[in-house]
């Protein structure tokens, strides 16, 4: 679809390079070549550095909330920052809030708050065992635990499938601020 | 002030070169080396007898598969490996999401979850796989390798093979 879109572009310069002269041809030639290269940096700082991703759902709430769509034009969910640097060297801490690949299904991606990182010991809610998070896993929770799928359904979750850490929420307005790094407090037992 | 704007100009053409370069890696078609024998004989490494060897084979991975998540049992697919997220494995697919397989060496049948896939390498011998370490997630996956393209003597395309007696028919 993307291949039509530019043919259709390319033939719309044509025919307007030759109707209105070289002067023209230039200019749009000019900015085709600036909007790309714009668009380029954009898709390169979104895939490696920096992205804005929506909120659905309301299992962080109150970190994240998401208003039901009662007047037209509202945006349904908080939008947030989310940082990637962090993928470098897969450098979490603990109460960080992350995006990941849901575990069960790959098209949609999961917010939620990073409870244990590997080789440490977590209380499984609800019961009395105690499970090691194994090598290049982690352990993920979020805040509203009464509407929260997390891995207290589908198990520690491999590091290769988190996508981001959200750092910031930038909408609604009224709601602009930094994430807090919230550690769970008796989840996991000190070193 | 024109050996100035030259290099500017070539300065320009570079980052913008490298940024399309990059976009292309990231989200269409790049290059991955080999490492290891799993998966003798489709890939293979020579020991570096001699200085300026390449070590493995240089294969092609596309990553077009990844919009729909579009993938054929016997592909071979690149991965990130569920114990050690900062290395990428290769090894072929053997079983998609809901499908039954047999574990080897034993007479149990286990089914793939959802979102998961099972993956194995040729060389059996030398293969950590999921005989270890059990179904991976398919947000794991960062590709699929179609064709060798180095050495010379060994380019050409992948062919998909479709392991027998694996998984029963539907």
Redesign the interface.
Known sequence: MILRLIIVYLRFLLIVGMSAGMGSQNFLWQLTKRTV?GA??G??IS??YVTVSSIRGSSMYPAFQTTPATFPGSLKGDLVLAERFCLEK?KFSLGDVII????????RNLVKRLIALPGQWIQIPESSEMLKI????CWVEGDNSACSLDSRSFGP?????VKGRVTHVIWPPHRIGAIERKVPTGRTPPY
């Open positions: 290269t380029l940096i898709i390169t895939d490696r897969y990941f690949q849901g575990p069960d299904n790959h098209k194994p090598e290049g896993h979750i491999p590091l290769g499938l």
